[in-house]
């Protein structure tokens, strides 16, 4: 799998595989992180954009349980 993104590196599809990869590995924080990165790497959805802060903040912070001691709203 990693070979095939090494040789492929704009190939989103590749890292998609690779994202459920990770997940039957149980390497679920890794599969989820990838694959919002991959939405917000591709998507141009007026939603996503406008949630895109939001989104990279919890898909590096995936095991962080927001309450309102710890987020700015």
Do not use: C, Q
């Amino acid at each position: 799998m990693l070979e095939g993104i090494e040789k492929h590196p704009s190939n989103e599809a590749m890292k998609v595989f690779l994202s459920m990869t990770l997940y039957n590995l149980k390497e679920h924080k890794k599969a989820t992180e990838l694959l919002l990165t991959i939405l917000l790497d591709t998507k141009k959805n007026e939603n996503i954009i406008m949630y895109r802060k939001a989104i990279e903040l919890y898909s590096a912070n995936l095991d962080t349980v927001w309450d309102k001691d710890n987020i700015d709203i």
